[in-house]
């Protein structure tokens, strides 16, 4: 077998895996989008739009969004990601570096949401990249049993809260429009709340996590659980245990989804 031929059946082999995976989580069928061939006519055509909606752009003042949708990225989130745009409806764009929109799979059964970027994430421009990032990943991947981008991460304002303070009523209330549209987009099945603000923005409460967590509440009608966030748990270890009863309580739900 020749390297095209093992690279081949390679990527086959990571697809059937992926359909199984999908298939364990209850999806049925899968959109396939028609691929598109473009001649080198439309490839220049195409160059040339882009340079002029960017020269146009920059004319307006605004920055044109260069970042490219993800692989997982569905159409719908690229339309709340253009919407979003170069985002200045708060406060917290003055000391952005970059706009942590969310990452993972458009279509995930299961979506994490945190509270706001931090500096590492501000600087990659990704969710939860930082320890508690790490924390974050082996939640998934080691008590769950998914990889990370089988899930979906992002947090309720996508700008980065200088000196890492909580995200402000008024910013809050600028950026949740984005969060309920991305919802809509994947249209989980179970949210996990990661932490204070998370949980008291999606349950609309004063109640605190303490209180919240491990007990199953709703927004929009999805189930969700609110649990601590991995930064609370890097300063307090022995509350892993709490959240690990707080996720068994997702796991079973994913069973129980799984089977109909
Ligand atoms: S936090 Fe949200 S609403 Fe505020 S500037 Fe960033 S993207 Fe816009």
Redesign the pocket.
């Given at each position: 077998m020749n390297d095209i031929e093992s690279e081949l059946l390679e990527i086959v082999t990571q697809v059937r895996k992926h359909i199984e995976y999908q298939k364990t989580l209850g999806v049925i069928s899968i959109e396939l989008v028609p691929a598109v061939t473009a001649s080198p006519t439309d490839e220049a055509d195409a160059q040339s739009s882009v340079n002029k909606a960017q020269a146009s752009a920059t004319k307006r003042g605004n920055v044109p969004i260069t970042e490219k949708p993800g692989p997982c990225q569905s159409a719908g989130l690229t339309a709340v990601r253009e919407e979003?745009g170069n985002?200045?409806?708060?406060?917290?764009?003055k000391g952005?570096k970059t706009?942590v929109f969310g990452e993972g799979d458009p279509n995930s059964v299961l979506m994490f949401v945190g509270e706001?970027p931090g500096y590492e994430e501000d600087q990659q421009g990704r969710p939860f990249v930082g320890a508690a990032g790490q924390l974050l990943t082996d939640i998934i991947v080691k008590g769950i049993k998914l990889r990370r981008e089988d899930v979906y991460i992002c947090n309720i304002?996508?700008?980065r809260p200088p000196n890492n303070r909580n995200?402000e009523p008024d910013?809050i209330a600028?950026?949740e429009p984005?969060l309920l549209k991305q919802i809509e987009a994947i249209k989980p099945k179970i949210i996990v709340a990661l932490g204070n603000i998370a949980a008291k923005t999606l349950l609309k409460t004063g109640e605190g996590i303490t209180l919240l967590r491990g007990r199953w509440q709703t927004y929009h009608g999805i189930p969700v659980m609110p649990t601590f966030h991995p930064a609370y748990l890097l300063r307090n270890p022995k509350d892993k245990a709490l959240v690990w009863e707080d996720i068994k309580k997702v796991i079973m739900e994913m069973e129980k989804i799984r089977q109909g």
């Open positions: 979003l985002c200045s409806r708060c406060k917290l764009h952005r706009i706001g304002v996508k700008c995200p910013e600028a950026c984005f």
